[in-house]
Nanobody
Framework: QVQLVESGGGLVQPGGSLRLSCAASRSIGSIYAMDWYRQAPGKQRELVAAITSGGSRNYADSVKGRFTISRDNAKNTVYLQMSNLRPEDTAVYYC?????????????WGQGTRVTVSS
């Protein structure tokens, strides 16, 4: 398994931006996909964005055009650039390593980083 550590969360005003980082303990180049999920209070965890080892990206409809996922294999790090943030983006954001394309019930998870969007 790979250990994941998220950072970059915090308090931001509506319309603001944040960049989340997910640092892996080993090379991510061979990992099938790296994902960002989020869980808001009282809600289920949901997929926000994913990027495959080949660079294909997938986004939740609610964040399309506002969030960008990227990966730097040389730094073993995945990023989530979040712009035009809304109060409904408030959640704990988790990084997930989907090592074999088996989905969220497998692979490795980080501890999460909290994002609060509020004026």
């Amino acid at each position: 398994q790979v250990q994941l550590v998220e950072s970059g969360g915090g308090l931001v005003q509506p319309g603001g931006s944040l960049r989340l980082s997910c640092a892996a303990s080993r090379s991510i180049g061979s990992i099938y996909a790296m994902d960002w999920y989020r869980q808001a209070p009282g809600k289920q965890r949901e997929l926000v964005a994913a990027i495959t080892s080949g660079g294909s990206r997938n986004y939740a409809d609610s964040v399309k055009g506002r969030f960008t996922i990227s990966r730097d294999n040389a730094k073993n790090t995945v990023y989530l650039q979040m712009s035009n943030l809304r109060p409904e983006d408030t959640a704990v954001y988790y990084c997930h390593a989907d090592e074999k394309g088996l989905g969220p019930n497998f692979g490795s998870w980080g501890q999460g980083t909290r994002v609060t969007v509020s004026s």
